[in-house]
């Protein structure tokens, strides 16, 4: 009953049967911390019966994720409990498959076609801000979900038919992602008919909402000028399209991979300001500087480094996603551990972030630690990668840090946001990381000379 550690010592003795996998359900976070502070670049740990390894060092990771080896892995038995949702969208679609669609989608997700997103980022998030009045009390945390669910809906969508799909999948997607990390660890779990109804309703649902407006946008023929309209016109070299099957599969790859990387991170940005006073007058002077009375624009974004360097030490401290995996599909070498065909292995972005080894003080939240060259250094050396490395690197990378960049902005100019006093808040790693809850209460700026109007 030890837990294999390639090649020092077991971190943790490993129950029979179950392994190390109680350890990385219920204290996921330290668990994956207690495995970097090993000094072995590689771990092998028990998985119920099967063996699985983690990668510590980012110069394993890098030989994992893009170099030889990255052509002997891909997602994995990890992700099948993912397509009841995502069907075989390229968050789990394996190659050739992937990089085809990956191709095909590219185009959609270019820094100049994403800026032009930029108006749909300000005017819902100054739409949230308006219905909050002086001295109320907020949940943060779901009026962020929503946010980012209705800015990803209406970037797939633009024309009003978005709406309905932001309301279905406000309804359905908090079911769906707290069902859906518990399915990946314990897939049997799928099989329990009574406890899987409604998630399988939600699922349902959704995709209904979605089939019937890939096929209106179909029948209309109209290009909107959104991600779907690109979709349905985009052409392979052999002149033919995607079918409404996979264009319903990408769409809610999109939306399962766009909405709640970018709200956790926000949650867990003002959860930071709410208590560091100082970075927030910091802020707020660079947001008042840069956007006077206007909205957030895409050519006033570059302007706003300090916000950027806020968005940028909490995507490190921070790092939704905390679990990264792969299977091998042949056997290879990895920093001298010959890891066989079908194994699966782990490592962790949070816990990168998070190792004292590449960040000095890695708990203190500064976000002066990003100087321009600080930020190479860490990049190149693979110690910071929040969006991933490799031909599987996140593809919203670009939408992700105008919208993160553009809500922070947008919300620091209208509103002092405090935290609720008395109240506790826990980080927790569900599908990724997040906090349980953000209550805060909200004091909108009076725009000078001009009383503001309250809404209830
Ligand atoms: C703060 C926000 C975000 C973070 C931290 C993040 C992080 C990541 C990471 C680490 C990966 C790689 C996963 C892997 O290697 O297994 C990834 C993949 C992906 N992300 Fe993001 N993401 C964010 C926002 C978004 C947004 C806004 C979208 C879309 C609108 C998006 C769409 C995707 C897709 C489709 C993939 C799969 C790419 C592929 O396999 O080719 N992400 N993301």
Known sequence: MTAAIVPGKSPRRAWPLIGHGLELQRRPLEFLAELHALPEPIVRIRLGRDEAYVVTAPELLDSLLRGKISQCVEKGAFFDAMRVVLGDGIVVSAEPKHMRHRRLMAPGFHRERVAGYVDIMADSTSSMVDA??????????????????????????SSDIAEELVSESLRAF?????????????????RLPLRNRAFDAAVRRLLTVVDRIIAEYRAR??????????????????????????????VMTMFAAGYETVSNTLAFAFHELGRRRDILDRLQREVTEVLGDGPVRADNIRDLVFTEKVVTETLRRYCPPWLGMRETTAE?????????????IIYSNYALHNDPNYFADPATFDPDRWTPEYRKAVTRSGAFQPFGIGNRNCIGEPFAWLEATAILATVV???????????????????????????MIAHPHAPAGRPRSIVT
Do not use: C, N, Y
Request: without cysteine; charged residues 25%; hydrophobic residues 45%.
């Open 221 to 250: 023929q109209e290009d909107h000028h959104d991600l779907v309209s690109m979709l349905i016109a985009a052409r392979f070299d052999d002149g033919t399209g995607l079918s409404d099957q996979e264009i319903r599969d990408e």
């Open 413 to 439: 100019a209208r509103v002092r946001l405090e935290p609720v006093p008395g109240v506790a808040v826990r980080e927790i790693a569900a599908a990724t990381v997040q906090l349980d809850r953000l209550p």
């Open 332 to 344: 290879i070498e990895l920093g001298g551990v010959p890891v066989p065909e079908g194994a699966t």
């Open 174 to 190: 908090p079911v769906i992602v707290a069902e859906l990390p518990k399915r990946t660890m314990m897939p049997w779990l799928a």
């Open 132 to 157: 909050w009045h002086s001295g109320q009390r907020i949940e943060l945390d779901r009026e962020l979900g929503g946010l980012a669910m209705r800015i990803v809906a209406r970037a797939l969508f």
